[in-house]
């Protein structure tokens, strides 16, 4: 189906959870896509920290970056049973050489992760895609540990995502 004629992500449609196993299908992959970014971020970012004050979260890091090809593959199997085609393209990678930012980066991006998988666990209900959501629901769980190891070594508080 061509993507022009789906709703967008945040649109109306997708916010009252009316959609179809297609669009379900292309959301998905943006999160495949999102989990394949995760992956390489917390391979490299693991690496790259340097100074004594980071040392425990670069191997918390490198936890991270196991749990997070876990999800990827939870996720792939969900779009093959879906019918699709998983993607074999991950969001870009930001980089940077100081050590603040790249936790900055990771916090972000599983912010958004967390919010993405809030609305696929409605939408998944909604096609009573039940088991699917239970394992859409264990990788939020995690997603949410991983955003407070970050802000914990950002010395913040988890942002506020009620909304
Ligand atoms: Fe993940
Ligand atoms: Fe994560």
Redesign the pocket.
């Known amino acids: 189906m061509p993507k022009k004629s789906m709703p967008a992500a945040g649109d109306p449609a997708d916010r009252d959870n009316r959609i179809s196993r297609a669009r379900l299908i292309e959301l998905l992959n943006e999160d495949l896509a999102r989990?394949y970014q995760?992956i390489i971020a917390y391979v490299v970012y693991s690496q790259v920290l340097k100074g004594a004050k980071y040392m425990s979260i670069a191997k918390e890091l490198e936890a991270h970056a196991g749990?997070?090809l876990k999800?990827?593959i939870i996720i792939a199997k969900q779009i093959d049973y879906l019918g699709g085609d998983p993607t074999v393209i991950p969001n870009k990678v930001k980089t940077s050489d100081k050590a603040e930012a790249m936790l900055r980066f990771d916090l972000q991006n599983e912010t958004d992760?967390i919010r993405a998988y809030r609305d696929r666990v409605r939408q998944c209900e909604s096609l009573g895609e039940f088991a699917m959501a239970e394992h859409i629901r264990a990788?939020l769980m995690?997603?949410q540990e991983?955003q407070i190891d970050l802000a914990t070594a950002l010395g913040e508080d988890p942002p506020d995502m009620t909304s």
Do not use: G, N
Request: zero cysteines; glycine letters at 0%.
């Open positions: 989990e995760a749990e997070e999800h990827a992760t990788i995690q997603e991983h």
